[in-house]
């Protein structure tokens, strides 16, 4: 499974973006995704979660109601939507790929992306 994360940039303080990670490889369908960030100084922290189908998802605390995931089966591609933006969301946006059911541990995940930054002024 190889994945791209995408749609990264430098916003304003109460923007929304939406991040993209697209997949490749013949068992990507098999694989639940989640993402996380790495804010400057700070360790990987653990955001959302989606299953392999889409059907059930699971956004930390930390964001719920701020960020959503979403996942287009067709297209191979699960989505970030990310609203009213803050200055300490400013960080490096990781998506992975994992075996484990709706898992928030970081290392039940196997296959990482290069990561995509997000930096939000004030």
């Known amino acids: 499974v190889q994945l791209q994360a995408s749609g990264g940039g430098l916003v304003q303080a109460g923007d929304s973006l939406r991040l993209s990670c697209a997949a490749s490889?013949?068992?990507?369908?098999?694989?639940?995704v989640g993402w996380f960030r790495q804010g400057p100084g700070k360790e990987r922290e653990f955001l959302a979660t989606?299953?392999?189908?889409?059907?059930?998802?699971f956004e930390a605390d930390s964001v719920r109601g701020q960020f959503t995931i979403s996942r287009d089966t067709v297209k191979n591609t699960v989505y970030l939507q990310m609203n009213s933006l803050e200055p300490e969301d400013t960080a490096v946006y990781y998506c992975?790929?994992?075996?484990?059911?709706?898992?928030?541990?970081?290392?039940?995940?196997?296959?990482w992306g290069q990561g995509t930054l997000v930096t939000v002024s004030s």
């Open positions: 992975s790929a994992t075996k484990k059911w709706m898992s928030q541990t970081l290392g039940d995940y196997n296959y």
């Open positions: 490889g013949r068992t990507f369908s098999t694989y639940g």
């Open positions: 989606i299953n392999w189908v889409g059907s059930d998802r």
